[in-house]
């Protein structure tokens, strides 16, 4: 077995040597792997093929956690969680990564939204119990504007919420509030640019940790109890709300208390949720990636006839889809082991089936598409991608 891998290993690093290329093909998309082995790489996807390969790669980028285009497609943004950096790279026609500009930031930075008009940008910081609030200028120079520290008691799952833990920052669909599961302190704040407005009560102990919004719902994923809830949108003039709809396990009731799970994606046709797993031993080849699909009520069933597949990597904290019309691709990043695997996907029936290419990067923790012509596209992408919450 672990002979099998270490020739699985060597095999695959003898491909991506061979097939290293800094010039992107022309029907290839290009998308960004951080890992938290000090590198950002560019990568270029050719959907006709399935294949993958690396492009290009910036070192220096630290544990890097999380990265989010602008809206213009001009931009991109990313955190270093272990040495509390923030980085704004430029992005050439190539697909390539040019530095820009670094901050210091409070520690612990997991996830980064940008607003629709590209002019501020929220951090949430994990270990850090924090928010963070930045402006962006004309010329795309980004400033430290605020932050805010949390303190709460500890939650009664330890030693995960020994104290608040925000996972994520997203702006709400209206663009007006930004939403923040706080993992340690069981709550979902709700954020401005003034501060914290307001704060959901959610399970004691489920460990809220990262949401999506889709047509008028939003499903969260709480990680300490390995489940997805269901809420329809309430939202005023003055007021972000949430009414609670449905929860549903992500797994076999047996495994929920070891279990943690991670990331959550809504397909764009709004027919199919999948939700990544970790720790759990389902499968011998990965963690496992659950799948639900989803009707106009918003509610979620377990997918079938088949509702778990392989992930065939260790540890996937962050997993996305391909973001092209009909998205028949899904992609999975170890964050333990295993790379980046890209496999095909039955859009009609939702199924992950056959891996179609993987590229054997240290510590995968997020993968970033930037779709083809976006950097020319603009505007209309970038209108499209705020809609949905990206
Ligand atoms: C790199 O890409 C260019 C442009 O598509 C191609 O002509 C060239 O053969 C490629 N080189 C390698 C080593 O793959
Ligand atoms: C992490 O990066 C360093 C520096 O590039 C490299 O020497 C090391 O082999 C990498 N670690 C792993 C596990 O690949
Ligand atoms: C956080 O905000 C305080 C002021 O409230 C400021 O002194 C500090 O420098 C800020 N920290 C960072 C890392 O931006
Ligand atoms: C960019 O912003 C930083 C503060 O974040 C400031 O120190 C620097 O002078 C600014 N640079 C430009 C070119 O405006
Ligand atoms: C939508 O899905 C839910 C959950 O599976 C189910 O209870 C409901 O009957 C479905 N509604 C329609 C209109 O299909």
Redesign the pocket.
């Known amino acids: 077995m672990h002979l099998l891998h270490t020739l699985t290993v060597l095999a695959m690093t003898t491909l991506i040597t061979a097939?290293y290329?800094s010039?992107a093909?022309p029907t290839e998309d290009i998308f960004y792997i951080g890992t938290g082995n000090d590198t950002l790489h560019t990568a270029g996807f050719d959907p006709l093929t399935g294949d993958s390969r690396l492009l290009s790669t910036v070192s220096g980028v630290g544990q890097a956690s999380w990265q989010q285009l602008s809206h213009s497609g001009k931009t991109l943004y990313s955190i270093d969680e272990a040495g509390a950096r923030f980085e704004v790279f430029s992005i050439s026609s190539d697909g390539s990564l040019k530095r820009k500009q670094e901050l210091p930031t409070i520690t612990g930075a997991v996830s980064i939204a940008v607003s629709g008009d590209d002019k501020e940008i929220f951090l949430a910081h994990y270990m850090g119990n924090a928010v963070t609030y930045l402006t962006v200028d004309e010329g795309g120079n980004v400033t430290m504007a605020k932050n805010w520290t949390f303190t709460a008691p500890p939650g009664p799952k330890m030693p995960n919420q020994d104290k608040p833990h925000p996972h994520q920052v997203l702006y709400d669909p209206s663009g007006k509030w930004v939403i923040v599961p706080d993992l340690g302190a069981d709550l979902i704040r709700v954020f401005t640019s003034t501060g914290e407005v307001d704060q959901l009560k959610m399970e004691p102990g489920s460990g809220p940790r990262h949401g999506v919004f889709h047509d008028g719902y939003y499903y969260l994923v709480s990680e300490l109890v390995s489940t997805v809830t269901v809420f329809k949108v309430e939202t005023t003039e003055k007021k972000f709300g949430l009414k609670k709809l449905q929860t549903i396990p992500t797994l076999p009731d047996e495994m929920r208390n070891t279990a943690a799970a991670a990331e959550i994606l809504v397909t764009d046709d709004g027919r199919f949720v999948y939700v990544s797993n970790r720790l759990e031993k389902m499968f011998k080849d990965g963690n496992a990636i659950t799948g639900f699909s989803r009707n106009e009520t918003g509610l979620l069933a377990p997918m079938s006839p088949q509702q778990y597949f392989p992930s065939m990597v260790q540890t996937p904290r962050h997993v996305s889809l391909w973001p092209r019309k009909g998205q028949g691709y899904f992609v999975a990043e170890g964050q333990d082991g295993g790379g980046v695997v890209v496999f095909k996907r039955d859009a009609k029936g939702g199924a992950i089936l056959n891996a179609e290419s993987s590229l054997q990067v240290t510590q995968p923790m997020c993968v970033t598409w930037r779709p083809k012509g976006e950097a020319k596209a603009g505007k209309k992408e970038g209108k499209r991608r705020a809609r949905r919450g990206m």
Do not use: G, V
């Open positions: 097939t290329n010039t093909l």
